[in-house]
């Protein structure tokens, strides 16, 4: 079995927090949402924040991801800003061409929690 040599950003603990710290005060990572409120037959809502590219191309497929970060997580944590930004810049080998939508359910990131 050969010996395992991880790349030189995994090599320390310490590295790594450098690198992820970075990545969080980058104001490159504040991707430009545009929300949604859907009102729900109970009163509650529940909203949906968007990232679209600055034109939709004509000559390519657009494809939508959804993410659903959890109780915890909403558009402005981190990881969900990088993941945003990394599907604006991406086309894939097959022309598609990527928008990507935050799902906050009632209560969850800055979501307003409307009913009982």
């Given at each position: 079995m050969r010996n ?9 603990p310490?590295i ?7 990545n ?8 430009a949402?545009?929300r949604?409120?859907i009102v729900?037959?109970?009163?509650g809502n529940?909203?949906?924040d968007w990232?679209?590219p600055?034109?939709?191309?004509t000559d390519?497929?657009?494809?939508v ?5 959890g109780?915890?997580?909403?558009s402005?944590?981190p ?11 991406s086309?894939d ?10 799902l ?6 800055t979501?307003?929690m409307s009913?009982?």
């Amino acid at each position: 079995m050969r010996n395992y040599k991880p790349p030189i950003l995994a090599v320390s603990p310490l590295i790594q927090l450098i690198c992820i710290a970075k990545n969080l005060l980058d104001d490159d990572l504040q991707p430009a949402y545009k929300r949604d409120t859907i009102v729900l037959k109970d009163g509650g809502n529940m909203t949906i924040d968007w990232t679209w590219p600055k034109q939709l191309p004509t000559d390519k497929k657009t494809k939508v991801i959804v993410f659903h970060p959890g109780i915890g997580g909403s558009s402005d944590k981190p990881y969900v800003k990088f993941l945003s930004n990394f599907l604006l810049e991406s086309c894939d080998d097959q022309n598609n061409t990527y928008v990507s939508a935050v799902l906050h359910p009632r209560g969850v990131g800055t979501s307003e929690m409307s009913s009982p």
